[in-house]
């Protein structure tokens, strides 16, 4: 009964996912031509360990629109309130290849920041509000069932996280078990909308994706349309990227440019360390690299982070400040059970420390990746250095059970590199 409802639920969604072709940001739809990079929407990758792919996101279906408007408890609010803030495309949808997990996302422009707000408080009278403000992409992430589930029953209050307002929800139908999470998220005088549905959820799976997906949304789209977008910024930005990628210490990693996607999953002691990677891509131009040495078989990837002024750049360093606590919650993830890891701040004088440069001012930590039997699995650097109102971020990665495997050596040459190439006028 319950079995074969949910095997042909997930053979009609596959059917139905497969043939919507794997695309990107959908054909503009009415409205002004404000047409947004693809780069602010959500892309296609892992999130809290589900691989999403990207599909074609056709124009919405009403599947719900009625439904979702009667469960509103300020529906005329809505939408008077989302009149002047047409999408600016179809946006993306993207879901696991067993139609499981499905996310959509759009994004509406409006003239203002104000009108923007004033929509966005308009949903937040109910969860069901907030459906109804993110309609396109809720009936998105159910176009997929060959017969539409009953209208899903909404949590009774509404969550707040920031800029983001969302709301939860649960399938009525015990043949086709689900959950999901509908969201609207604002910056600046842009609102998107973003809708998440899972078959058969797995405990705590809901959570653990919603947190991934909503907080990569909200960086995804700041980082398209913000600061990161300055000219003058990004020229600076461009100007030194030659400089360090002829450096003596980087020549040997041939490295390749490598962008950011998403913002990655980290334990609650490193929120200083996602606080960095969201600050630099929001608030900078950042340009970043990925490379291997041959030779020492240690892997980099390096970023170039140029700032409007001084005080950010020293502002993304104090993130770095204390990491000791961070680091080894973040490595003991992925390790097997009873593994441990060991982190050494670099010292700033004396045996290993960096070779400064004039005016530059790093922080840097080595760990030391031990099995539950205490054999090396290897090493890990990373290291921040600023000059001015220029920054530069690196990890370096060595997979040895060598216990004499130098890493240090690696994580230096590479800073000291960054450093010179910020330091140029």
């Known amino acids: 009964g319950g079995a074969m409802a949910r095997r042909s639920l997930f053979v009609a969604t596959v059917a139905a996912l497969i043939a919507a072709v794997p695309g990107s940001v959908g054909a503009q739809t009415t409205g002004p031509p404000t047409v947004l990079p693809p780069t602010a929407y959500l892309a296609p990758g892992p999130y809290a360990g589900a691989e999403l792919k990207s599909f074609t996101a056709r124009d919405a279906q009403p599947l719900y629109t009625d439904a979702l408007k009667q469960a509103c408890t300020n529906a005329a609010g809505v939408d008077a309130a989302v ?42 009278s109910s969860p069901g509000c907030v459906a109804y403000g993110a309609r396109d992409s809720f ?99 461009d100007a030194l990227v030659p400089v360090f990628l002829a450096s003596p210490g980087s020549v040997a990693y041939a490295f390749a440019p490598a962008a950011r996607t998403g913002v990655p999953a980290s334990p609650p002691t490193c929120t200083p360390l996602a606080d960095a990677y969201v600050d630099s891509g929001v608030n900078a131009a950042a340009r970043g690299f990925a ?11 390096p970023e170039i982070i140029v700032y409007a ?20 919650d973040q490595y003991k993830s992925g390790l097997p059970s009873g593994s441990t890891v060991a982190v050494q701040r670099v010292p700033k004088r004396g045996t290993g420390s960096i070779p400064k440069r004039p005016a530059a001012q790093t922080v840097a930590y080595i ?40 890493i240090a050596t690696a994580l230096n040459g590479l800073q000291r590199d960054l450093g010179s190439a910020l330091a140029q006028q």
């Open 83 to 124: 009149a002047p803030g047409p999408p600016s495309s179809n946006g993306v949808l993207l879901g696991t290849t067993d139609g499981r997990i499905v996310v959509s996302e759009s994004i509406r422009v409006f003239p203002d920041t104000l009108a923007a707000k004033r929509f966005v408080a308009a949903t937040r």
């Open 139 to 237: 009936n998105r992430v159910f176009v997929q069932y060959p017969q539409p589930p009953p209208l899903p029953t909404f949590a009774p209050t509404v969550v707040r996280d920031g800029t983001t307002t969302s709301g939860h929800f649960e399938g009525t139908s015990a043949a086709a078990p689900l959950s999901g999470v509908a969201a609207v998220i604002t910056w600046a005088n842009y609102v998107a909308e973003t809708a998440i549905r899972i078959a058969v959820p797995k405990p705590g799976e809901l959570d653990a994706l919603s947190a991934s997906v909503l907080r990569s949304a909200a960086y995804a789209a700041r980082a398209a349309t913000g600061v990161a977008t300055n000219a003058k910024l990004s020229q600076q930005a």
């Open 291 to 301: 490379g291997t040495d041959a030779a020492t078989r240690i892997s980099a990837r």
């Open 309 to 328: 002024k001084p005080a950010a750049a020293d502002r993304l360093r104090n993130f770095y400040r204390d990491l000791a606590t961070c680091l080894p």
């Open 367 to 406: 760990s030391t990746l031990k099995g539950p039997d205490g054999a090396q699995l290897g090493k890990v650097g990373i290291g921040v250095v600023t000059v001015r109102n220029r920054a530069a971020t690196v990890v370096a990665q060595l997979v040895s059970p060598d216990p004499n495997a130098d």
